[in-house]
């Protein structure tokens, strides 16, 4: 079957996004979160999950956590993998060392960190990298925009479902709680009074969780058109900023999940077209 | 139509798409975590609405250090891991075991049972062990703290003005 897609400039955005991925390991290591820096920690955390308990049945957190050159030989191949990315787009052995690193990295951090966290673009969006060919990397892309559209939309779905859309009062409270270690400490500021004001106006609070879920459940949109992808982008921004300020969830690692909503065509075709003038 | 477009054009991965995504419903549908079947359900429960909460802190001989001066993974890695352990070392055994028990207890081989149990769970050592861990995170982030320090558990009222208790209850002292 003969096709007429245009598509996506892989090596362009493999290095946006490589370049991206090394930027979050860079915060890792400026916030002593790579494997080599945690230390040597001693309590494990596998969850109910499934796949956590695969891998700590295998021994990986627990061998990789315990021992330090191991764990600083890890962190060099990760980042060199990383690196490599940047400079040489066209290749699948690194991409897949990347990959793995990232994905190894997660389940080690959260195990030694004593929860599973949701923060996990930085694991999804090397994935379409696998693919070298551009017509199969165009598929894995959408394919990750897609999933990426899904996970926002049964987000939403899930607050409808079981009923924090509906509830009078369920933002001020998760304000309050999320913020109750910070609030002795901040007695002034724009930002505690605007956490206090959430805090203590339950209505108005509310009114920022429904539309959070609206955000949420906008990327249902991302299923039918392209042509919405900068709102939803936008949207989805707001949400992250909204929580970053009231209830001091960074998005840094979640960040890569922005890429597959950027317009790539626009920014490959403007790089050619000053590529061109030069 | 995308899904018409992965069955012409790559046939092996509109398969593997399918079957992931009818396990992806499953597994929301059973309501399981099993990474990388993510089930997005964060602060989708209505949340009651709470007079004070418990917190951990690191009390200095003068102050106390606000928990958010730490980066998000730090806080994560210090205060979660901590509040993980104060329930591991609260409960007579560790808190995992119920679980694997109910999944496979009856369908291995003790012998493997045994190992699988030794492989999810912590052992007293390492329970034991997790002061001196912590401590040895906390000065590797911050090595300019000069004076002695406790991990102290306390309550924070949500009411205002969102005042401190009084007292607070040491955990272990954060020793060098």
Request: overall charge positive; charged content about 15%; some cysteine.
């Amino acid at each position: 079957m003969t096709t007429s897609h245009t598509y996506y400039p892989r090596s362009f955005i493999a290095r946006i996004i490589f370049c991206w991925l090394f930027v979050i390991l860079l915060y890792f290591f400026a916030t002593g979160s790579l494997l080599s820096q945690m230390q040597l920690p001693v309590t494990i955390y596998p969850g109910s999950d499934n796949s956590f308990w695969l891998m700590h049945i295998l021994n990986v957190p627990q061998f990789l956590l315990r021992h330090y050159l191991v764990a600083l030989l890890f962190d060099i191949v990760l980042t060199s993998s990383c690196i490599i990315c940047i400079f040489v787009p066209q290749q699948r052995f690194f991409t897949w060392i990347t990959v793995i690193g990232v994905w190894v990295l997660y389940f080690c951090y959260c195990t030694a960190a004593g929860k599973h966290y949701a923060q996990i673009g930085y694991l999804l969006t090397p994935i379409a990298f696998l693919a070298v060919k551009e017509a199969k990397f165009s598929l894995l892309w959408e394919l990750l925009r897609y999933w990426v559209c899904f996970l926002y939309v049964s987000a939403g779905l899930y607050k409808l479902y079981y009923g924090g859309f509906a509830d009078g009062a369920t933002m001020s409270n998760i304000v309050a709680q999320s913020n109750a270690d910070w609030l002795p400490f901040a007695h002034s500021g724009w930002q505690s009074s605007s956490i206090r004001y959430f805090i203590e106006n339950p209505g108005f609070a509310q009114w920022f969780y429904r539309a959070a879920t609206l955000f949420d459940l906008a990327l249902i949109i991302g299923f039918f058109t392209k042509k919405a992808d900068k709102w939803l982008l936008l949207g989805l921004l707001s949400f992250h900023v909204g929580n970053y300020f009231l209830l001091h969830i960074s998005f840094v690692e979640q960040s890569l999940i922005f890429a597959p909503l950027m317009p790539w065509h626009k920014w490959a075709n403007y790089f050619q077209s000053i590529k061109g003038n030069d | 139509m995308f899904i018409k477009r992965l069955f012409y054009e790559w046939r092996v991965l509109f398969w593997m798409v399918l079957v992931l995504i009818l396990a992806q419903l499953f597994f929301m549908y059973k309501g399981i975590e099993n990474v990388p079947f993510f089930l997005y359900h964060m602060y989708a429960q209505p949340h009651g609405h709470k007079d004070s909460a418990t917190v951990l802190l690191v009390k200095t001989e003068n102050s106390y250090i606000n928990n958010k001066t730490f980066s998000n993974r730090q806080e994560e890695l210090l205060f979660n891991a901590a509040g993980y352990w104060l329930s591991l070392k609260s409960s007579a055994r560790d808190t995992i075991l119920p679980v694997v028990e109910s999944r496979f207890k009856s369908r291995m081989p003790a012998a493997m049972y045994a190992r699988m149990e030794q492989q999810l769970s912590n052992s007293s050592a390492a329970i034991d062990s997790f002061p001196a861990w912590w401590s040895r995170y906390f000065y590797s982030i911050r090595p300019q703290t000069k004076e002695p320090a406790w991990l102290v558990q306390t309550r924070v009222s949500l009411n205002p003005p969102y005042s401190k208790s009084p007292q607070d209850s040491i955990l272990f002292t954060i020793s060098r």
